[in-house]
Each structure stands twice: as structure tokens, then as C-alpha cells.
């Protein structure tokens, strides 16, 4: 493929030069350790590392040429193509040299605060239930055609999406689920890509460490609506229950699927049965009734359900066929999972680190009945501040007892990360510990606990690691309440 192919559709600062429009390309990367001969660099300004620093080192390796969003340095020994914007460039172009993709299988995207990941497990549930070959993308690890492979961002760059869909392409996959942050929608690393169905679950307190205001978080996510370069996707599956969601500005000729419990729902949960053992209840839309079992667990579970229905229904999957992918799926890893090593009391991981989602977990937990809820909370270092007191609130308001520990400090000081989030604790009358060692506040939370009680670890959920101001260490919530309760003497028999 030449340049001129692989630039079509790209803004550039000046038009090629003839001697390089016809020159054939032999791949394309942002990091110079994985150039060859013939590619084509891209160097992006980033907020830690400046990939132009890397530009001598990448034609050193075959480099050609390089593109930038910035001039060429003095004396640079390569073609240098300057863009109008960097990562839409690396978006396209990578479409073009992959042969598009994106237009070859069914793409869905799930963006929204909480519930993503869970509601993606589901909708590959059921697009696998129905015989596709699939992809999804998303916080806790990607999957492509049945295999797992480690998850870096919830949403990779432009360029490692359009490899990954051309590899599902050519194994015969014909449909990708992948959680769509809104960080990916800003910095344009799903620029250009055509969706066949956009899912919204509900916008709440996050991220504004990066985005600043709600307006600025909410018009992020509005992008995946509109297109972000590329037609607007055919459909919309959106939470009528979330006010963010009303607010959205779906293009004329999107068919959209309203999801939730009122009367303004067109795809309705009727007739509830929540428990121990899962989910039960009647999916409505319209004149279409069926039933659905999952062994999911709570309100918050019933939602990311019903998304997953719409997602099925707008590829015409058969509602026997969404039923059967919704009960296949028995749980998604760190969302409201169980660590059962035979104690009395019941202990789940969840990865819920908003004020929102932490209400929602505590909802689920209150839903099953227990004698207590314990929480276990810490808020993360190098992001939103004013969260940090939310959190504190959310979890005193709704919990009997609460532990207030160190999440992901970074580059804080624990104690001060902490410290905000007390100051929301104490605006509530509730029995509570601090103590900044995450394993030593696990072991009071478990210590804590009596028969019939609930603890939930919150803030972590599928993460094995915890990363520290100066290192980054091995650190699962699971492994250790294991571990822990397994040194009180308990141990499951079966």
C-alpha cells in the first residue's frame, strides 16, 4: 500500500511531496522499539513521554519517514510529514493500511461510568451464544477469537484496535464488544471507526482530573453518538433512567433502544426476582415478552442486562438465543465477586471506585438481606480529589461499619489521600477504622465480620497490583481475603 492510499482521508499541514506519495509502506507504529524497515512513525507529544525524542531512533531502525503534529527538528535526516492532528491521523491511517476493519464485523461500543465491563461480558455472552466469533475489549483483559490477552488501557490506541479487529476479520470473527472510555472518545483513539450499535449505561463523578467539568466528561461520551469521524452507528441502546442519558443527541435515523424500569422504557424489566442464586424477570419491548435468568446478582446487574438485551436485539438475535448468552456468563471477574472459602459471613470484591458505584454495591449487598454491611474503601492517588469526600459519605450513609485504606496512592502521600476522603466519613454517624495497610485493613474488615454479615473490598476488583509512589507491587483483594481467612481456620470442602 502507498502513502498516498494510507494518508486518504488525512489532514495533513502541507500536501505530500510526489517522491513520497507513491512510495509502498510496510507497516506503521507509534513506538519506535517495534519499527522496521520500510514503516511509517508516528510521534506524539504525550503528557509524560514525548514520542519525538524517539524519531532518530525509529529511522535508525527503517523508519522512512516520521509524521508529527509538530515541525520537523533542524537538520532531521528523514522525511518528516506534519499533521493537523496527530491521533486522528494514526486512526485513519491505520484503517486504511488494515483495509478497514471495522466494516467487516459488527462493532459495538459501551461507554458510560459504571456497569461497562459487565454489560461488555454480557453482550459477548450473547453475540457468542448466537455463533459469532468474537472480540472484546475492555478494563480487565481482551479477548480475540477465544483467547485471552492482558489488557493495557480499557481502550488501546487507534492502532492496536484496527490490528486487533483485522486479526478477528481474518479468523472468521464477525463481531467485537469493547468498552469505550471516555478518555479514547477525547484523545481520538477511536476516531473514524464505524459502530454498528453504541450503548450508553449512566454518567456519574469521574475523571475530572482530565476532562475538569461534567459538561466537558458528558460531551466526551456524546462523541460515540454522533460518529467521532465516521457515520453515527445505527443504533443506540440507552439507559432511560439516567438523566446524562436523556441528554444525548442521537442523530435522525439511529434506532434507539430505551432501557430501564418506567413506562418510558421501551425495553422494560417486569416481574424481578433477585436472590443469593442470580436474577430473574421478564424482558418487554413492545409486543416482545421473555424471560431471563442470570446468575448475576442485584438492581445494578438488571440494567447492564437489559443493555445487553438491546445490544442483541439491534443484530436481530433471537430472544431465546439473548436468554441463553445472559445465563451462560456466571460472572465477570471483581464486579460483586465472591471470595467463599466457607466462612459465615460473605465476602465480594468489586471494583467500584466512585461515589455512585460504591451506593450501587452497598445497594446490591443491603438487597440480600444481611445483619451488617461491612466496606472496605480507598481512593486513588493522581486523580480527582473531589471525589475523595463523595466516596467518604457514600460509603458511611449506607454501611454498619466501614474501613477507610489506601487504594493506588501513586504519587500521593496515602495519609492525605485518606485524610480528604474521612472528611466524608465523618459526616455520618458510623463505626469506622483507618488503617493506609491495605492487607492489615483487609484483615480487620474480615475480623470484623459475624455470621450473617456482608464485607465488601471495594475500589480494586480484578486488579493484581497496587501501584506505589515509587514502585508498582503484586496485589490481588481476592488472593488476600483468601489467604486471610484461610489462616482463621476456614477452608471450602467443595
Known amino acids: ?29 507509534y513506538d519506535s522499539r517495534r519499527v522496521a524497515e520500510g514503516f511509517l512513525f508516528f510521534a506524539f507529544a504525550g503528557s509524560r513521554v514525548d514520542g519525538r525524542q524517539f524519531a532518530l531512533d525509529a529511522v535508525a531502525r527503517g523508519a522512512f519517514a516520521v509524521a508529527s503534529e509538530a515541525e520537523a527538528p ?89 490490528r486487533l479487529f483485522a486479526k478477528l476479520a481474518e479468523e472468521g470473527g464477525k463481531s467485537a464488544t469493547m468498552e469505550v472510555s471516555s478518555h479514547a472518545l477525547a484523545l481520538g483513539r477511536v476516531y473514524g471507526l464505524h459502530f454498528h450499535t453504541a450503548v450508553f449505561t449512566n454518567l456519574t463523578r469521574d475523571h475530572l482530573d482530565f476532562h475538569g467539568t461534567m459538561d466537558a466528561y ?123 472459602e466457607g466462612q459465615p459471613f460473605v465476602v465480594v470484591v468489586d471494583y467500584a471506585h466512585t461515589d455512585d458505584a460504591l451506593r450501587n454495591v452497598i445497594a446490591v449487598a443491603r438487597g440480600l438481606n444481611p445483619k451488617r454491611v461491612i466496606t472496605l474503601f480507598g481512593c486513588g492517588g493522581d486523580r480527582d480529589r473531589s471525589k475523595r469526600p463523595l466516596m467518604g459519605q457514600a460509603a458511611a450513609e449506607a454501611s454498619d461499619f466501614v474501613v477507610l485504606t489506601s487504594d493506588n496512592p501513586r504519587s500521593e502521600d496515602p495519609l492525605a489521600i485518606m485524610n480528604d476522603a474521612l472528611v466524608g466519613i465523618r459526616r455520618k454517624d458510623v463505626a469506622h477504622v483507618v488503617e493506609p495497610d491495605r492487607s492489615a485493613a483487609i484483615d480487620r474488615a474480615l475480623k470484623e465480620a459475624r455470621e450473617g454479615d456482608i464485607v465488601i473490598l471495594a475500589g480494586k476488583g480484578h486488579e493484581t497490583y497496587q501501584v506505589l509512589k515509587d514502585k508498582t507491587i503484586p496485589f490481588d483483594d481476592r488472593m488476600v481475603a483468601r489467604e486471610l481467612l484461610r489462616g482463621y481456620g476456614y477452608h471450602k470442602t467443595s
Open 218 to 340: 458528558f460531551a466526551a461520551k456524546q462523541m460515540l453518538f454522533a460518529g467521532a469521524g465516521a457515520p453515527a452507528p445505527p443504533y443506540a441502546v440507552l439507559n432511560r433512567d439516567d438523566e446524562y442519558a436523556k441528554r444525548i443527541q442521537v442523530p435522525a435515523g439511529t434506532e434507539i433502544y430505551w432501557y430501564g424500569f418506567g413506562p418510558e422504557a421501551n425495553l422494560r424489566a417486569r416481574h424481578i426476582s433477585s436472590g443469593f442464586q442470580g436474577l430473574r424477570f421478564e424482558v418487554q419491548s413492545g409486543k416482545l415478552r421473555f424471560a431471563v435468568e442470570s446468575p448475576l446478582i442485584g438492581k445494578i446487574n438488571v440494567y447492564n442486562i437489559l443493555a445487553a438485551c438491546g445490544a442483541g436485539l439491534s443484530y436481530g438475535i433471537a430472544p431465546e438465543t439473548i436468554a441463553r448468552g445472559i445465563a451462560s456468563l456466571q460472572a465477570v471477574p471483581g464486579r460483586f465477586e465472591r471470595v467463599d
Open 74 to 162: 533542524a537538520g532531521f535526516p528523514a522525511p518528516w510529514i506534519q499533521l493537523v492532528h496527530g491521533r486522528h491521523a494514526l486512526a485513519l491511517a491505520s484503517r486504511n493500511f488494515y483495509n478497514k476493519p471495522d466494516e467487516r464485523i459488527g462493532l459495538t461500543g459501551i461507554t458510560g461510568t459504571n456497569g461497562k465491563t459487565t454489560t461488555g461480558y454480557l453482550v459477548d455472552s450473547v453475540l457468542r451464544a448466537a455463533g459469532n466469533i468474537t472480540a472484546l475489549i475492555g478494563t480487565i483483559e481482551y479477548h480475540l477469537a477465544g483467547r485471552v490477552l492482558p489488557a493495557a488501557n480499557t481502550t488501546p490506541e487507534s492502532l492496536e484496535l484496527v
Open 1 to 29: 500500500m502507498t502513502l498516498s492510499e494510507i494518508f486518504s482521508g488525512v489532514v495533513l499541514q502541507q500536501p505530500l511531496a510526489p517522491e513520497l506519495a507513491h512510495l509502498a509502506i510496510s507497516g506503521l507504529d
